[in-house]
């Protein structure tokens, strides 16, 4: 059965996001949680390597808040909040994978949708400036969804096939992501849209994710964009 859509996280998998993610979460410490910021800055935000670490092995952004970093709740609840504006006035450079602006190209019969964290206005900024944008129908992000339905929680995924296809539910889609709740949320939204419909979960590798070690196992691995073209065009 060939693909109706492709879907993706963005961070990990779409961009190498990670040098700015650290400069917005060391200025949003220094806002809300100053205790954690300078020299008590946690280990996981000291270099891409721990942060690439304590990223793929925590279950949402929430648990990395708080589990890693050392946030209470309500900090994490405040940080969520100001992420976007944090994001918006960071001049970090963030840039698409090495090969991934190919692999959009290639797929351009198909429509697109990204599921994500980040904030959406950010994302179609990207693409628009990497000239990638055209293929994507729809971009739900952070503030698009319910602080309490983010991902794993389906909520967005449903709400991007409904801007791509309204009325119309999509058979066979493939959802790809960089992390362990992208796999989790791949499943939940297979269960949400029911037996008609299935959600191929994908993760990309070339990020520095280890997915052979969680326990949500995906459909496929690329390890290289190359790979992750092979496998997509081998669904259509």
Known sequence: ????????????????????????????????????????????????????????????????????????????????????????????????????????RSLTALPHGVCSQNDSSTIWALLKREGVDTPFHSIMGYNDVDGGHQKPHPAGGLQCIEAIFGTKRPRQLMYIGDHQGDVEFARNLNRALGADCTVIAVTAAYSGSSPKLWEHQPDHIADTPESLLSLCQSYL
């Open 1 to 104: 059965m060939p693909l109706d859509a492709i879907l993706w996280d963005y961070d990990g998998t779409l961009v190498n996001s990670v040098p700015k993610n650290i400069n917005i979460t060391q200025s949003i410490l220094a806002d809300i949680a100053p205790h954690l910021s300078g020299e008590n800055l946690p280990h996981w935000l000291r270099s891409e390597s721990a942060y690439h670490q304590a990223n793929h092995a925590a279950r949402n952004w929430q648990d990395l808040y708080q589990n890693y970093y050392g946030l209470t709740a309500k900090e994490t609840t405040e940080a969520g909040a100001l992420w976007a504006k944090h994001q918006r006035s960071n001049t970090t450079e963030v840039r698409l994978f090495e090969g991934i602006a190919n692999v959009l």
